[in-house]
């Protein structure tokens, strides 16, 4: 037994106006202090006003938002005892208000117990909407929540398929404004989880189809929407791009670069985007060296994506080659070097980089699952930039 | 080989488990012990307990239990004699028999996510007993 599921997509331009069609008295918005003075909360709470919803805003999601965090909004949310709960923001924010949805219905649980072991039945009391900013976790349309543990400096993955929103609302006013650094970043995520979903042992041909697409959308319109942030069919199709990400990854999992670059982000705090990107084609050419089926697998995403035609192994090579030019265009580092992390430091936490990414369940659904040295290795030569060859 | 929830498993399967470099290597700091508990159905009529102790990457002790007070475990693990069966011969993911709720656990959560590793291993060790099933 296994599922597929997803909210209602209300995409396009102006997609927000759906919010006149929802019934409710009061929304709870969980957002950051900069898609506030952004004006991003705006367009939402005049559409609430119009309707006379009431409405409340939480607004301290920080980066990587900390249980604390979470805590704090479970007790306002609490306390206003909404019937919407609403995320508006990139992958921190529209995951701390699933972790907040979740603490309305069990206000007495610890955020790292917000897991697939508890009931929460949460929509008898609210429903969950999410209005995504950046084009990236497709966090709007998964189930996963990722907080962090600031006491040892960990990653959690938590979320249980409860907490798939109900509504995702894809508008392109909101992602307009995206700096480009953040589209970088967000959009480097958008192809990893669309490729480690497509090739995940967890995949089915139910999740391969949003996982291509996402991956062609990405190569095609991510240096657009780089370099011109007002060119608004990339954009689009960049916010449709990262919500067919998520779908693929989040139905079916995500992979080894997923794995290695939550661990490096755990330690490192570099953005989640720039670390699994960065990792990709590293943990795709392990994967290439150790499976022929993979190969194949990468070979159809790179005849699908107009890579290249030609051997299995020659389209899954070139596939790589592309993810790294991608990466060069829009600036985005391609070793861990580049990221500006210290040499010696980093070598002191590799063994703590192993620990984190041998454990992730992530790692454990790739196709080709490594041990504690072979991830040494990979941990090296990423920080070098060099090729893997075993 | 032997018969499934029979101790002549339970000491196989602690043999094995013992003897994996890498389990013991994924669970070096892990300290619990659980109840994996066979729910009624199919060929096993009575709830069925299974009693391990995993301690530092080895198995300290596994029994079957007829008397569930006997112990106290930090973790309980239940699922029907069927789901446990394609577990423990790879045909089911055990997180995704979580996640479906084909499995249940009691316990912390934090604390397994953290050995991921270490329970694949675990599974690993089971397809490794020569078992014989009980349908
Ligand atoms: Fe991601």
Redesign the interface.
Known sequence: ???FACPLIVYGDNALDYLAQVKGKKAFLVTDKNIVKLGLTKPVTDQLDAKNIKWQIFDEVEPEPSLETIKKGGIAVGKYQPDWVIGIGGGSCMDAAKAIILLLARPELEP??L???EEFNFREKARLMEIPTTSGTGSEASWAIVLTDTKDNRK??LG??EVMPDVAILDPVMVMGMPPQITADSGMDVICQAIEGYIS??GTSMTAGPGLIATRLTLDYLPRAYKNGNDLEARKEMMYAATMGGMCGSNSMFGLGHGTGHALGGIFHVPHGRTVGLFLPYTMEYMINGSEETTAKFAEIARYCRVTSGSDKECAKLLVAKIRALAKEIRQPLSVKDCGIDKAKYEKEIPSLIDRA????M???APR?P??EDLGKIFNYAYAGKSIDF | MAKYLSQEWCDLYKAEINKSA?YE??AKTWEGDFYFITEPGGPVKEKAYMYIDLYHGKCRACEIVTDPNKYNPAFTLAATYAIWKQIATKKL?S??A?????S???GD??KI?????AA?ELTNCTMLVPTEWLD
Request: net charge positive; proline share 2%.
């Open positions: 037994m296994w599922n790292e117990a897991s697939v072991l959690l993955g249980t398929p042992t967890w041998l454990n992730e369940v790692t454990m659904t699952v041990g504690a | 890498a290597e994924s993911d997180t995704k979580l996640i479906t709720k084909q249940k656990l009691t959560m934090a996510m953290r050995y991921t590793k694949n």
